[in-house]
């Protein structure tokens, strides 16, 4: 179940080698986004992404059960955030 990225596969040039669809990209930044696809299709294949979805899922869950409680876990986080990261004047 590996899913690509849409425009993760960037176009071949005379010689076989990889380049990007768009000339004003230099080679090393498409290098670099082709290095980023990359890693991150085979995070999407790993176990980790599967125990991320299950976690999603069981969120979306206990958000349905729970809409109250969910909602004043939210504030409650935003609100040790907000004086965690208030600056003094």
Request: net charge positive; aromatic share 6%; proline share 6%.
């Amino acid at each position: 179940m590996m899913q690509e990225i849409p425009g993760s596969e960037p176009a071949q040039n005379k010689t076989g080698q990889k380049r990007s669809s768009n000339p004003h990209i230099p080679d090393q930044v498409a290098g670099v986004s082709e290095h980023v696809a990359d890693l991150y299709n085979q995070f999407r294949e790993s176990r980790n992404y599967s125990k991320l979805q299950d976690a999603k899922q069981q969120m979306k869950e206990y958000i349905k059960d729970n809409p109250v409680e969910s909602v004043l876990y939210s504030l409650g986080a935003g609100v040790v955030l907000g004086f965690i990261l208030h600056k003094k004047r």
